[in-house]
């Protein structure tokens, strides 16, 4: 076994502690560059340092202990314009910074070739050889040990992606092997040779299935050998080691290790990824470790984990975790960060001394140009590969690089803000030695999950529970938005609300569809609803659930096919659907899978499920099947496979069809607006009631299928709530009383339904918004110029104001129309107007026919020669609607409207004619055409 050197980290500690005891002070010179609140400060034994995050210290850490870092971007992003900075803000070298916070060693992923034939990059750093090495010697400059992470491919490898180099495309096993024994020497040598602190060598990229393009443990075995053969010859004191995921599996790792074992694969250290987000507790993580540690003698560590400090996206390019729901675990926030990670090397210093460290993956994968430069930005990822992968990939990688290429979906986990400044959380794994101190605080109000099913009351807790940055957390009364109370039918709700100290807190209440299928996940030990026809198929797996903790596993070597089913009975008569999700690899276009619902005489039409990768999740719906009275229907997954295809079925569904919703889009722009008011613009008073407006809508908006009646009280909540507001204004009083006048008999001659209302305020103080009511009902608001402020003369707040409003298509009758002029300071009545409509309809037309020969072809006119214009007509012959059409109107101007007839019988046919407005229609006189020939 081997065994690290001493980090340069516990050097610093020995010689701090060694000064402390002897009573003396370290020079100046001593110090470290990065001494501030948001750095390490000196070291003590004595108590936790000082700090702006709470991190209690790690007691049984070993000296030697890894906290490092992987920085494999790094290089991409500097061609890209990113500047580090350390914790006060000044640039810096990116590996000087990692020192000065306590990193003590980083790992450096490398591909193959991750170029296509024209040298462009495939992004993610584009890091092959060469560049590792670069990264590699600032590394070592720095005093920083290197881990050097062989993919043995040309671009990311992972669970999902263990694809060969192009290179080495079509080899056998042995093949790969022997090509990977030269590769890895080859680069082992040069690493050496360049001088580079090589203290590790993993073989292979979470390499749960497969590395190198290679699968099953006979032949992996083969390539794992081969890779560590190599570094022994040209390192042999660099440890070796092996790298996998989903530690949160039962099993899983006894098995793997059982597996290398038996195989007598020579290695030194089993690596994890270990992610909150996916991979279960931290101390499932230690068992697993342990077990391997304690059975086969293996050194134990984690080469990736990481967590988020925001959900807010940096560059303009989508996150891997950008909801809430995703970052349970821990707050998202700097301090989340710290305990995220601190939790991590407990788990890992619980090992015993096997535990070797942590790595954080990519905590320096920053943006390299905000959102609004998303256009430069992708230039910048396509140019220096500094996206996590650029079009080019999609060459060699089409199914996810080839869609989905673009910038850093990781940058709100970095340990740097958007900016490039070092967070205080990048000094967790000095602060893991030390302890570090900040004031008391609130860190987040933990969010409020509620699960439940359409029907059922939506009960949300008295108390929310209040966590603290040192760890601790207390329960307060909670007071929810009233929001919560139009919950209606499926959907994903968020209800805010406010904690008695004034906290704000916030619950998702999830209401599902009724799943008409029982053990939909798995998740029961009863299996015995289900059936399962054919091979590869195992229920209740631990591998990737999409929900819960278990799932229905296929794989295997040969190809494969499978039916699973659910017979239901006892359905209500009415419309279904089947919903099922699946994740995974189909390898290649020959992989099937699909999903149907069928009852006694109908076979449903399958929907197929994509096969996009790993946690990839395919959900496709079935099409709706009418069940009828004997209440019957099957689900149904088939698939078949070929050999190697892998991944995971889960959470399926039978519920009722969905019924769809109202138009939202009214809704959804009148609440964008709202919700972008500056309520600072308005007087404190008058706002209230907006926050519970929006609220409404977001309830209203985030319903699968929301009822009209629910669309529209959402607006007319909008509506009032907005006609509330009160601009901030300079009055010194209510406004003065204005008039309201029309236009109706002026403008055309004719009392029509169309005219124009008038307010004028001749002299007086000034309103900021007119409403304006026709029989008592608010019609309009029109939003008003004050006509001063505070710092102008009381004569410009005293200047005539006015206002037109356009009134249409009003039926015959008597209208009164009121008002009110508001300003801050009050509410003042407009003296009210009358207004008589006695010409709403069109004006009568007449109608007229030319068959002056008395055959049956002929054009009929029809001409309203003076009156209130029509905007469509309507023509009927014998009863019949023969042809319709839209109007130009402008009263009071003549309208005419020609129709051509042609072929009609010999005999007498009648015509008449109707011209309509909004207000009504009016007919002409009957008309009789006469056919003689």
Not at 556 to 571: C, E, I, R
Request: aromatic share 8%.
């Amino acid at each position: 076994m081997h065994r690290r050197t001493r980090s340069l980290l516990s050097t610093a500690l020995a010689t701090v502690t060694a000064v402390a005891l002897i009573g003396v002070a370290l020079p100046a010179s001593a110090a470290s560059p990065a001494a501030s609140a948001l750095a390490p400060a000196a070291v003590s034994v004595d108590g936790p340092v000082d700090a702006t995050i709470t991190v209690p210290r790690v007691e049984n850490l070993p000296d030697d202990f890894i906290g490092g870092v992987d920085v494999s971007s790094v290089l991409s992003l500097e061609e890209s314009g990113v500047v580090f900075r350390d914790a006060q803000g000044t640039p810096g070298d990116l590996f000087a910074i990692l020192a000065d916070a306590g990193v003590t060693d980083v790992r450096v992923r490398v591909w193959n070739d991750p170029f296509d034939a024209n040298g462009n990059g495939y992004g993610g750093g584009d890091v092959d050889v060469d560049r590792a090495i670069e990264i590699s010697q600032r590394a070592t400059d720095a005093g920083l040990g290197v881990l050097v992470d062989f993919h043995y491919s040309d671009f990311w490898a992972d669970p999902a992606k263990q694809q060969a180099p192009k290179a080495w495309e079509g080899m056998t096993a042995d093949q790969v092997a022997t090509e990977v024994g030269a590769f890895t020497r080859d680069a082992v040598r040069r690493l050496v040779d360049a001088g580079v602190d090589l203290r590790m060598v993993q073989v292979g990229n979470e390499t749960n299935g497969g590395v190198a393009g290679v699968r099953g443990w006979d032949d992996m075995a083969k390539v794992f050998s081969a890779g560590s053969a190599a570094v022994r010859a040209e390192a042999p004191d660099t440890l070796v080691a092996l790298h996998f995921t989903n530690p949160e599996r039962a099993g899983f790792y006894a098995d793997v290790a059982a597996q290398l074992d038996r195989r007598d694969v020579d290695y030194d250290v089993f690596a994890s990824s270990y992610y909150p987000f996916w991979h279960g507790t931290p101390e499932n993580l230690t068992a697993v470790l342990s077990h391997v540690a304690e059975t086969y003698g293996k050194k134990v560590m984690v080469a990736e984990t990481s967590w988020a400090f925001t959900l807010d996206d940096g560059d303009g390019h989508g996150n891997v975790v950008d909801l809430a729901s995703e970052a349970t675990q821990y707050p998202v926030s700097v301090q989340g960060q710290a305990d995220a990670v601190r939790a991590v090397v407990q788990a890992v210093a619980d090992v015993g001394e096997a535990g070797l460290g942590v790595y954080y993956w990519e905590p320096a994968w920053l943006p390299v140009g905000p959102p609004a430069q998303l256009e430069q930005n992708r230039t910048l990822w396509e140019r220096d590969g500094s996206g996590w992968a650029s079009s080019f990939a999609g060459e060699y990688e089409p199914e996810d690089a080839g869609h989905w290429f673009g910038g850093s979906a990781w940058d709100n986990q970095a340990l740097f803000g958007f900016d490039g400044t070092a967070s205080d959380a990048l000094n967790i794994f000095s602060y893991a030695r030390t302890g570090a101190h900040a004031p008391r605080a609130v860190e987040s109000v933990q969010t409020v999950a509620l699960q439940v099913t359409e029907g059922d009351a939506v009960e949300l807790p008295d108390e929310v529970t209040v966590l603290y940055n040192d760890g601790s957390s207390e329960q307060q009364p909670v007071t929810w938005s009233s929001a919560a109370g139009f919950i209606e039918g499926a959907g994903e709700y968020v209800i805010s609300g406010a904690t008695d100290a004034g906290l704000a807190a916030s619950a998702t209440v999830t209401v599902s569809a009724r799943n008409y299928l029982r053990n939909p996940g798995f998740e029961d030990a009863d299996t015995s609803m289900w059936s399962v026809t054919g091979s590869g198929l195992t229920l209740r797996a631990w591998d990737d659930p999409r929900s819960g903790t278990h799932s229905a596993h296929f794989y295997a070597g040969t190809g494969y096919s499978f039916d699973l089913s659910q017979t239901v009975s006892g359905l209500p008569a009415g419309s279904y659907v089947a919903r099922a999700s699946l994740q995974g690899d189909g390898e290649g276009a020959d992989g099937r899978a699909s999903l149907s619902l069928s009852s006694a005489s109908v076979a449903g039409a399958a929907a197929a499920f994509g096969f996009d990768g790993w946690r990839v999740w395919s959900t496709p719906m079935t099409e709706a099947l009418q069940v009828g009275a004997d209440g019957t229907a099957v689900v149904r997954v088939s698939a078949a496979l070929p050999a190697g295809a892998w991944g995971t079925i889960d959470d399926l569904e039978l519920v009722r069809a969905p019924v769809p919703g109202a138009d939202t889009s009214q809704l959804r722009e009148r609440r964008d607006a709202a919700a972008a008011l500056d309520l600072d613009a308005y007087v404190e008073s008058s706002t209230v009631a907006l926050p519970g407006a929006v609220a409404r809508a977001d309830i209203v908006l985030a319903a699968a299928s929301p009822s009209a009646s629910a669309v529209t009280g959402a607006l007319d909540a909008l509506a009032a709530a907005v006609d509330a507001l009160l601009l901030q204004d300079a009055a010194t009083t209510a406004p003065a009383r204005g008039v309201l006048s029309h236009d109706n008999g002026h403008d055309t001659g004719l009392l029509d339904g169309d005219f124009t209302l008038t307010m004028n305020l001749w002299w007086g103080q000034n309103a900021t918004k007119l409403r304006v009511f026709e029989n008592g009902v608010l019609i309009k608001t029109v939003p008003l110029t004050f006509g001063g402020t505070s710092a102008q003369s009381a004569q410009s707040a005293q200047s005539a104001q006015s206002a037109q409003i356009a009134v249409t298509g009003k039926a015959n009758g008597s209208y009164v129309y009121s008002g009110e002029l508001v300003n801050s300071r009050g509410v003042t009545a407009v003296k009210p107007v009358t207004v008589t409509v006695k010409d709403a309809a069109p004006g009568t037309p007449v109608l007229s026919a030319d068959n002056w020969d008395g055959d049956g072809s002929y054009t009929l006119t029809a001409d309203m020669w003076w009156g209130t214009n029509a905007t469509s007509y309507r023509l009927y012959e014998d009863g019949m609607l023969i042809s319709e059409g839209d109007m130009v109107a402008n009263s009071p101007a003549a309208q005419r409207v020609t129709v051509p007839v042609a072929d009609r019988a010999v005999g007498k046919h009648t015509y008449r004619v109707e011209f309509v407005n909004a207000a009504g229609s009016t007919q002409s006189k009957t008309l009789t055409v006469a056919v003689k020939r």
